[in-house]
């Protein structure tokens, strides 16, 4: 059998604040297979871009690791390597923008200001391909012209803020996937856009997955987007997951109460005038985590006497449907439909 790209194991991770440790991921445990595209799906506060960053070390200097969390980096070719046991920068770097690249929500938090697009993709590349300046300039605009950017000689000279919004995230997209890494994460890389941009992204990302063969792990608040772009998805609530399976299974058979929450919040094109269902209440405070089942606090269906004080392992209401809810695992024990 095939190791998956990635494994994550008893992903833990915890933050030094004046007020103490506060825990941000809580025991996230998922793989990604080459060619794959795995969703991230939560509400802002879930702990989603802290796992991601997590991937490539880019949280910050506070971030204390769980001793038994383990991110293991599988490589055609190359031993398992445990991301979280790296000690030296030199070996970080094979891993951070060489094996893995990532674009983030806003493009132009990211490319430094006072200097062209081009010669960001050049440094990058000289660093992690060893190119000559010649070389990784003639790729640099290859990848521009390959992301769909017009006049990519030109545009390559550039300076970011010369770009509009979607240009600017095609740029970031061409940057990362210069360095031809295995992963690719996309921490939101749709939201900053208007809805016909958000549109051509997506469709670019999901040809260049093909086309690379590479893996994606692609986190959103949106289940619209994971729907048309993800293989799977992978649900988190307060640096929990709660749900992952296959995209279609968890959409039209969500069965934990968070993830039929995200789906009935969405709006209805199809009946304009149903009223929109947020999930009631807010997200807690990382330094107020409820006890038991973390979402019991907001959840109606929440079984007294349980859910409070027991925290939910998983249970599989169908094959690779997994679901971490008190609710879900009784309905199963009963015979009941999840």
């Known amino acids: 059998m095939t190791a ?3 494994s994550v194991r008893d992903l833990t991770i915890r933050f030094r604040t004046d007020e103490g440790l506060i825990t941000a991921v809580d025991r996230v445990s998922f793989d990604i297979a080459q060619g794959e595209v795995l969703g991230l799906v939560g509400e802002s506060g ?3 871009s802290v796992t991601a960053k997590a991937l490539m070390r880019l949280n910050g200097s506070n971030t204390v690791y769980d001793p ?3 991110i293991i980096l599988n490589l055609p070719g190359q031993a398992p390597v445990d991301v979280l046991a790296l000690r030296r920068e030199k070996d970080m770097m094979q891993v951070r923008g060489g094996a893995i690249s990532m674009i983030f929500q806003e493009p132009m938090a990211s490319f430094a200001p006072a200097i062209t697009v081009g010669d960001q993709m050049v440094e990058q590349l000289r660093l992690h391909r060893r190119m000559t300046r010649r070389e990784a300039q003639a790729l640099s605009i290859e990848m521009l012209a390959r992301v769909g950017i017009p006049e990519p000689a030109r545009r390559f000279g550039q300076y970011a803020f010369e770009f509009s919004g979607g240009m600017r995230q095609r740029a ?3 940057m990362a996937l210069s360095t031809q890494p295995r992963l690719l994460i996309a921490d939101e890389p749709t939201t900053a856009l208007d809805v016909t941009i958000q549109a051509q992204v997506i469709d670019l990302m999901t040809d260049l997955v093909a086309e690379f063969g590479m893996a994606i792990l692609f986190i959103t608040h949106d289940l619209g987007v994971i729907a048309q772009t993800a293989d799977r998805v992978a649900v988190m609530y307060l640096g929990r997951q709660v749900e992952t399976g296959a995209v279609r299974q968890v959409i039209r058979t969500p ?3 968070y993830t039929s929450g995200l789906i009935a919040a969405l ?3 199809d009946d304009i005038d149903a009223p929109l269902v947020p999930v009631p209440g807010d997200i807690p405070s990382p330094l107020n985590r409820p006890s038991g ?5 907001r959840c109606g269906l929440a079984l007294p006497d349980l859910c409070a ?3 939910p392992g998983f249970v599989a209401p169908a094959e690779g449907h997994a679901v971490a809810c008190h609710l879900v695992e009784a309905k199963l024990r009963e015979g009941s439909p999840a």
Not at 293 to 297: A, D, I, W
């Open 172 to 174: 970031m997209i061409a």
């Open 255 to 257: 069965a934990h109460p």
């Open 46 to 48: 879930s702990g989603k």
């Open 68 to 70: 038994q969390s383990r």
């Open 309 to 311: 004080a027991r925290d």
């Open 267 to 269: 709006p209805q094109l």
């Open 4 to 6: 998956p790209l990635l």
């Open 293 to 297: 089942c973390v979402f019991h606090t």
